[in-house]
């Protein structure tokens, strides 16, 4: 009796990235693959802008690489709220609506992103509406999940 074994198609960089992000979780091997069809791949350079608050929001940014930073204006100067490194994303709520961006985002180091245009969102909800309700589920999720966090943040500041 002999063995066949099957093989598996070769798994880009960038597919096991998005395979262990949970924006993607809940997609199949299959799905996935169409995700990344329609990612586009960009690199900032160390302390470059990647974009500013205020800006409309265009799409949604995978870190594959390298470190940013999430900057809000205040009074006083730019405040840095957040350090994100690969494996993270932002940018989210710009593929649900046109608000213009919250804050801005710069490269701390060299980085590689995958961008996810809102009009390829769009065109994926009317193309392949299963994966667009998975992805829209989980940004939902994150979504409640910040506000929870924020509420319970200005709960605990008010008690102090």
Known sequence: MTLTWIRQ????????RLSGMSLFATLSPR??????????NRNYLANEIIFDEGEEGQALYIILSGKVSINRRREHGDEMIAELAAGNF???????DNSPRSAQV??????????FFRADFSSLLETNAVI??????????????????SLDANSRSEAL
């Open 9 to 16: 198609p070769p798994t880009s960089y960038r597919m096991q």
């Open 31 to 40: 799905e996935l693959k169409i995700i990344d069809g329609m990612l586009h």
């Open 90 to 96: 932002f940018g989210d709520v710009a593929l649900l």
């Open 106 to 115: 710069k490269a701390i180091e060299n980085c590689e992103v995958a961008v």
């Open 132 to 149: 667009g309700y998975k992805i829209s589920l989980e940004l939902a999720r994150l979504n409640s999940r910040r506000l929870r966090d």
